[in-house]
């Protein structure tokens, strides 16, 4: 789904403005495989519009880091699984709504690993480019044995 991988960078770069658009015009347009998927992204709507500082879709939008991020998705899908077990009736909610939370951190987990990765590339690179400059500026005498 675009719209999850748009409202995941939104996210990640802090956009609460571009954010809410996402998430409203997604619930506007109705594109869901089910209405706990629905529920979930009005949740999301609802706490960014409210600016739900102790809320997770709100930590995202202030860069949690990749420990905690972590340690929700393992929590997640360990309710996935434990919820339909303990009540059948549960079943849809556990697949879909919490399943949408899985989907939005690890969209959002992919988008941090490869900017921090590109962050790291692009550090590496530069550090070359000043070893390159360095040692140009500063040629050693090379030894030669006759």
Do not use: C, H
């Not at 500026?137 to 044995?145: I, L, M, R, V």
Request: charged share 30%; net charge negative; aromatic share 10%.
């Amino acid at each position: 789904m675009e719209q999850l991988n748009n409202l995941a960078y939104a996210l990640k770069i802090g956009d609460q403005k571009k954010a809410l658009s996402i998430l409203r015009s997604t619930i506007n347009n109705g594109e869901f495989k089910n209405e706990w998927t629905r529920i979930a992204w009005q949740g999301w709507l609802k706490a960014l519009e409210l600016n739900s500082k102790d809320s997770l879709i709100f930590q995202l939008l202030n860069n949690i880091p990749l420990e905690t991020l972590s340690k929700y998705i393992k929590e997640f899908k360990n309710y996935m699984k434990t919820i339909p077990q303990r009540d059948p009736e549960k079943k849809d909610f556990a697949k879909y709504y919490i399943g949408s939370w899985i989907d939005i951190l690890k969209t959002y987990e992919s988008i941090n690993l490869s900017s921090d990765d590109l962050a790291e590339r692009s550090e590496n690179l530069k550090k070359l480019q000043v070893e390159e400059t360095t040692s140009e500026a500063s040629p050693e005498k090379e030894n030669y044995e006759y």
